[in-house]
Every structure is written in C-alpha cells, then in structure tokens.
Nanobody, 118 residues
Framework: QVQLVESGGGLVQAGGSLRLSCAAS????????MNWYRQAPGKQRELVAG???????NYADSVKGRFTISRDNAKNTVFLQMNSLKPEDTAVYYC????????????WGQGTQVTVSS
C-alpha cells in the first residue's frame, strides 16, 4: 500500500515562513514528478510548484521568488519552503506524485492547512 503523508502546515503571520514535507511510503520503484497544489475556499485547486526526477522545477507566477520546491530521493520526500508568506497564500496544500510500483499510480496527500494572518 503506497501512501503520501504531509506535514508542516500551520498558522503564521504575514512575512513569515513555513516548510511543508510530503513523504511517500510503501512499495516504491521510482517517483518522477513531485508537485504541490493548493486550494483556497471557494477556489479551484491550483498548481503551486513541481519538480521532475531530473531536478527541473516550475512555479506558479504568484509564488516565484518566495517558494522553493526540493526533493530527497533517498527518502521519497518532497519539500516546499515558503517564505515571505502573504494572506492570499492561505489554503489547503496537497502534494501529488506519480509513483511507479512499478505500475504507475497517481497519488494525493491528505492535505495540510496553511493560514497566513495579516
């Protein structure tokens, strides 16, 4: 049974920082793309950042220069370092991975709440 477990959300003041983690566990052959999405109340889920197996990254325009995505392949874990947080960053953050077991499965984390107060 492969699953994703997230941690690191919480309440922070505007301008502060948080670091999210998402670890995959179970029978894993390989993981290619790892992504972070977020969903604010009343809004659609949106892609925040992604990182490929080759360490190429991409970011939503709204977080460029403030957020950094990274991965630890030995631990099957993806991180999202969030700096200079703004109230508009408030959302539930989800990790998303396509995992080879070796058949491919797309999995979502359970979500972690990030709340930024003004």
């Amino acid at each position: 049974q492969v699953q994703l477990v997230e941690s690191g959300g919480g309440l922070v003041q505007a301008g502060g920082s948080l670091r999210l983690s998402c670890a995959a566990s179970g029978s894993i052959f390989s993981i290619n793309n790892m992504n972070w999405y977020r969903q604010a109340p009343g809004k659609q889920r949106e892609l925040v950042a992604g990182i490929t197996g080759g360490i190429s990254t991409n970011y939503a325009d709204s977080v460029k220069g403030r957020f950094t995505i990274s991965r630890d392949n030995a631990k099957n874990t993806v991180f999202l370092q969030m700096n200079s947080l703004k109230p508009e960053d408030t959302a539930v953050y989800y990790c998303y991975m396509i995992i080879s077991t070796p058949s491919y499965r797309a999995l979502w984390g359970q979500g972690t709440q990030v709340t930024v107060s003004s």
